[in-house]
Antibody, heavy 119, light 115 residues
Framework: QVQLQQSGPGLVKPSQTLSLTCAIS??????????WNWIRQSPSRGLEWLGR?????????DYAVSLKSRVTINPDTSKNQFSLQLDSVTPEDTAVYYC?????????WGQGTLVTVSS | QAVLTQPSSLSASPGASASLTCTLR?????????IYWYQQKPGSPPQYLLR?????????GSGVPSRFSGSKDASANAGILLISGLQSEDEADYYC?????????FGGGTKLTVL
């Protein structure tokens, strides 16, 4: 059974970088049949897909167009996890952040992390 | 104009049917896309319900009752989630999603109230 465990700070100051990690158990970040995504949710923006990383003989990334200049998703094969970095955050980035596994759909979700951007 | 538009709320009675729509922006043809549907209850992440592209290309989530089904209305350029025999436990937020190129796009969600 696949499980995703998120970690990272719940409070980030404006203009700083938001960093979250998602540890995978029951699967591999290097799987050739899965992709590893970050999604966030806020009352004002609803559910918003941020991007993904996946391995198909080499590593690929896809990012939401609206965030492409600020977001980075990286795999860490040594720890079987993947991470999210969102640069230059503003209060608009306050949201619950989820990591998810994408098989044929988003079939496994992390527990969610509420990240508040505030000074 | 948003890529996917869902009505913000819908109410229906127990035992009745509810039809939740997901309208694609003009210029994006619903026939081309698989529509994914997710259910979210308070305090939990969304859970996959089903994917619908056509009657011959659809996939129900494991354990999802058959009273949840998908379809399309080509004339309205919309995907539809039909829930029949509504139960109180179906009260939740419902989100549609498409993959538009290599990016995922969610609809704004419909809050379904069963009363």
């Amino acid at each position: 059974q696949v499980q995703l465990q998120q970690s990272g700070p719940g409070l980030v100051k404006p203009s700083q970088t938001l960093s979250l990690t998602c540890a995978i158990s029951g699967d591999s970040v290097s799987s050739n049949s899965a992709a590893w995504n970050w999604i966030r949710q806020s009352p004002s923006r609803g559910l918003e897909w941020l991007g993904r990383t996946y391995y198909r003989s080499k590593w690929y990334n896809d990012y939401a167009v609206s965030l492409k200049s600020r977001v980075t998703i990286n795999p860490d094969t040594s720890k079987n996890q993947f991470s999210l970095q969102l640069d230059s955050v503003t209060p608009e980035d306050t949201a619950v952040y989820y990591c998810t596994r994408e098989g044929r759909w988003f079939d496994c979700w992390g527990q969610g992390t509420l990240v508040t951007v505030s000074s | 104009q948003a890529v996917l538009t869902q009505p913000s709320s819908l109410s229906a009675s127990p035992g009745a049917s509810a039809s939740l729509t997901c309208t694609l922006r003009s210029g994006i043809n619903v026939d081309t896309y698989s529509i994914y549907w997710y259910q979210q209850k308070p305090g939990s992440p969304p859970q996959y319900l089903l994917r619908y592209k056509s009657d011959s290309d659809r996939w129900q989530g494991s354990g999802v009752p058959s009273r949840f089904s998908g379809s399309k209305d080509a004339s309205a350029n919309a995907g539809i989630l039909l829930i029949s025999g509504l139960q109180s436990e179906d009260e939740a937020d419902y989100y549609c999603l498409i993959w538009h190129g290599n990016t995922a796009v969610f609809g704004g969600g419909t809050k379904l109230t069963v009363l």
